[in-house]
T-cell receptor, first 111, second 112 residues
Framework: AQTVTQSQPEMSVQEAETVTLSCTYD???????LFWYKQPPSRQMILVIR??????QNATENRFSVNFQKAAKSFSLKISDSQLGDAAMYFC????????FGKGTKLTVNP | EADIYQTPRYLVIGTGKKITLECSQTMGHDKMYWYQQDPGMELHLIHY???????EKGDLSSESTVSRIRTEHFPLTLESARPSHTSQYLC???????????FGSGTRLTVV
């Protein structure tokens, strides 16, 4: 069975600053994928970034990057130059067969 | 543009009514999913389908039922709505075994 743990129920960051959201996971699979999803208030859940577990290089998408530590089963998300539009619930997830989500971290961006 | 659509976006309905939440996708994805999102925002898988005429129950027990008669359509039905069914329901689809899911905008259901 797979599990995902997000230990920060809420986080806040000042506009233009950098914030890191934590995620740890557990899986017995050798082939799996990791994801961060963003769910703005009353809006659609969208994929932020994806990491293949077999790749050592950390994924990057513009201001979003991950720190993937496979041995530690850690998959944190770094948001640089935070913007007001980054305010949302962020879900970490892992997938081998089905997608398993963490409980989410609510990110507030202060102007 | 390929996407996944859920209707209605919001629904308020009386106890005992039968309701169907619609979900359709235009991407040709074989795999589709229904999640229930509780007030604390945690996501619970309640149903999934890996293709036409294939449906399975998810990790969270639900009184709802689903059907998959066409690849693009995956409706969820509650035969008799109760206040405990009040929640947000998210539909999603995926193309393969390792990709991410594409989500619909959700249906926020309130049973009074």
């Amino acid at each position: 069975a797979q599990t995902v743990t997000q230990s920060q129920p809420e986080m806040s960051v000042q506009e233009a600053e950098t914030v890191t959201l934590s995620c740890t996971y557990d899986t017995s699979e050798s082939d799996y994928y990791l994801f961060w999803y963003k769910q703005p208030p009353s809006r659609q859940m969208i994929l932020v970034i994806r990491q293949e577990a077999y790749k050592q290089q950390n994924a990057t998408e513009n201001r979003f990057s991950v720190n993937f530590q496979k041995a530690a089963k850690s998959f944190s998300l770094k948001i640089s130059d935070s913007q007001l539009g980054d305010a949302a619930m962020y879900f970490c997830a892992t997938r081998s067969e089905k997608l398993v989500f963490g409980k989410g971290t609510k990110l507030t961006v202060n102007p | 543009e390929a996407d996944i659509y859920q209707t209605p976006r919001y629904l308020v309905i009386g106890t005992g009514k039968k309701i169907t939440l619609e979900c359709s996708q235009t991407m040709g994805h074989d795999k589709m999913y229904w999640y229930q999102q509780d007030p604390g925002m945690e996501l619970h898988l309640i149903h999934y389908s890996y293709g036409v005429n294939s449906t399975e129950k998810g990790d969270l027990s639900s009184e709802s039922t689903v059907s998959r008669i066409r690849t693009e359509h995956f409706p969820l039905t509650l035969e008799s709505a109760r206040p405990s069914h009040t929640s947000q329901y998210l539909c999603a689809s995926s193309e393969g075994g390792t990709g991410g899911y594409t989500f619909g905008s959700g249906t926020r259901l309130t049973v009074v």
